[in-house]
Nanobody
Framework: QVQLVESGGGSVQAGGSLRLSCAASGYTDCSYAMSWYRQAPGKEREFVSS????????SYADSVKGRFTISRDNDRKKVYLQMNSLKPEDTAMYYCKTVPTPGSRCVGYWGQGTQVTVSS
C-alpha cells in the first residue's frame, strides 16, 4: 500500500502564502503522477493541480493559475503546493492524491487532508 500525509496547512490572511507538503510512504511498483484536490464545506471535491511522474508536466485549475505552483522532489516521494496570493475562496481541506498511469491497473490513493483557511 501507499500512504500519503499532507502537512503545511494553517490560517493565513488574504494575500498571504502557504506551502503544502505531501509525503508518501509504502511500497508500490506503480508509477504515479500526483495531484492536489480541495473541498470546502458543503461543496464537492475539486481538482487544483497535478504533476507528471517525471515532474516535467504540470496542470492547474483556472482558479489557481498564476498563484499556485506544484512541484516534486528527486526521489518522487514528496509533492509540494506553493500557494501565493491566497484568497478567501481558497479556504478548504486540501488533499494529495496519486494518479495512476492511464491504462494501468494501479489504484489511486488519497491522503487525509490538511486545512487551509484564508481570512479577509
Amino acid at each position: 500500500q501507499v500512504q500519503l500525509v499532507e502537512s503545511g496547512g494553517g490560517s493565513v490572511q488574504a494575500g498571504g502564502s502557504l506551502r503544502l507538503s505531501c509525503a508518501a510512504s509504502g511500497y508500490t511498483d506503480c508509477s504515479y503522477a500526483m495531484s492536489w484536490y480541495r473541498q470546502a464545506p458543503g461543496k464537492e471535491r475539486e481538482f487544483v493541480s497535478s504533476i507528471s511522474s517525471a515532474g516535467t508536466t504540470r496542470s492547474y485549475a483556472d482558479s489557481v493559475k498564476g498563484r499556485f505552483t506544484i512541484s516534486r522532489d528527486n526521489d518522487r516521494k514528496k509533492v509540494y503546493l506553493q500557494m501565493n496570493s491566497l484568497k478567501p475562496e481558497d479556504t478548504a481541506m486540501y488533499y494529495c492524491k496519486t494518479v495512476p498511469t492511464p491504462g494501468s491497473r494501479c489504484v489511486g490513493y488519497w491522503g487525509q487532508g490538511t486545512q487551509v483557511t484564508v481570512s479577509s
